[in-house]
């Protein structure tokens, strides 16, 4: 298997400049999509598509936690276990499986993120989704996006989670950190995406949720 990585040529955002205020008035008017829009790992394969989403039938949520900090807005994600059953030992938004007893996609992500990392679902904010994303390991996500109070306090579960860390979030709106890698992988070129920051490897579904953020509110 080889490995290779090229910058994704886009323009900058101006993701620096946005407060909290300001991220609500852009997530009001631009994290709005329709029933049947949807984003995947796809985005750079399209080749798979139907194989994609003839996978993505398990229905799962995550929680994009944005915390406003002295230095700007960051991103909270995890290092999921090595031994888990599913994406182990990779970089992750707080998230897994929507369960019956779930009242919404926001119920679902606000849920799993208490289990992993012991956010308090009442310093949450939800400011707004983004479409499903389905993966070619047959899930089909909900990204819910939130900002969190400062009241919150945060303690990764050992059970599922390795450790937690925070990314600013000018950083992963900027595309001139996203990277486009791709992979041999039974005699065929598989492309994905990857934002390394500070000894960390953000990539794949991660990375493609990061993206499709950018998208909406930048592109």
Do not use: C
């Amino acid at each position: 298997m080889t490995t290779r990585s090229s910058p994704v040529l886009a323009a900058r955002s101006p993701a620096s400049s946005l407060d909290a205020e300001g991220l609500r008035a852009l997530a009001r008017e631009r994290l709005v999509h329709g029933p049947d829009e949807h984003d995947g790992d796809f985005a750079f394969n399209p080749e798979f598509r139907e194989w994609v989403t003839s996978r993505a039938v398990k229905p799962a949520a995550v929680l994009i936690p944005l915390f406003e900090r002295r230095d700007g807005l960051s991103v909270l994600l995890t290092k999921r276990r090595d031994d888990l059953k599913s994406h182990a030992g990779q970089v992750a938004f707080p998230g897994g499986k929507i369960d019956e007893t779930d009242i919404s996609v926001e119920h679902a992500a606000l849920r799993e993120a208490q289990e992993e990392v012991g956010l308090d679902p009442h310093h949450a904010e939800v400011i707004g989704r983004l479409p499903d994303y389905y993966t070619g390991s047959g899930y089909r996500i909900a990204p819910v996006v939130a900002l969190i109070g400062s009241g919150a306090e945060i303690s990764a579960n050992p059970d599922e989670v390795d450790y937690h860390f925070e990314v600013p979030f000018a950083f992963l709106m900027d595309p001139a950190n996203h990277h486009k890698g791709s992979r041999t992988f039974e005699g065929k070129e598989r492309y994905f995406l990857e934002m390394p920051y500070e000894g960390y490897y953000i990539w794949g579904v991660t990375a493609g949720i990061i993206r499709a953020l950018h998208d909406r509110l930048f592109a």
